[in-house]
């Protein structure tokens, strides 16, 4: 149990910074980079805006163990259709392998988050 709820930790916290934090430091200190991401790929800047909303809420909410199933079931779920987006626009527009990689790269680490909550939930509703 111990080394899931490490391995549980250590990726959510990964999530947290990368989905979360970079990009609300991103718009409070360096804003005129805030939509460097979606630019290039053809998004309005109120895009832009919306997604960095979305993923700060959606890093949030795995982060709290203790919110409903449901609501963090949403945010994985969220979480995983950004980054999914994420490598269908890059191979469709830019085609940069690391571009690709990173989001790639992201949604693993993700799951694995996601695979280590199950496996803590479903050990403690067995003991």
């Known amino acids: 149990m111990k080394k899931n709820k490490i391995i ?9 910074v990368m989905e979360a934090l970079m990009p609300l430091a991103t718009l409070l200190f360096a804003h005129e980079h805030f939509n460097a991401g ?4 053809g998004y309005p800047d109120y895009f832009a805006y919306a ?8 890093a949030t909410a795995i982060m709290f163990p203790k ?10 779920a969220g979480l995983t259709f950004n980054l ?7 191979l469709a527009v830019d085609q940069i392998i690391s571009y690709i990689l990173m989001p ?6 993700l799951g694995v988050s996601y695979v280590h909550s199950q496996k803590i939930i479903f050990k403690s509703k067995n003991i």
């Open 8 to 16: 549980f930790w250590t990726t959510t916290s990964i999530i947290f």
């Open 38 to 41: 979606t630019k290039p790929l």
């Open 51 to 58: 997604l960095i909303v979305c993923k700060i809420l959606g």
């Open 67 to 76: 919110l409903p199933a449901k609501l963090r079931e949403w945010a994985y």
């Open 84 to 90: 999914l987006f994420a490598v269908i626009s890059h």
């Open 104 to 109: 790639v790269m992201v949604g693993v680490v």
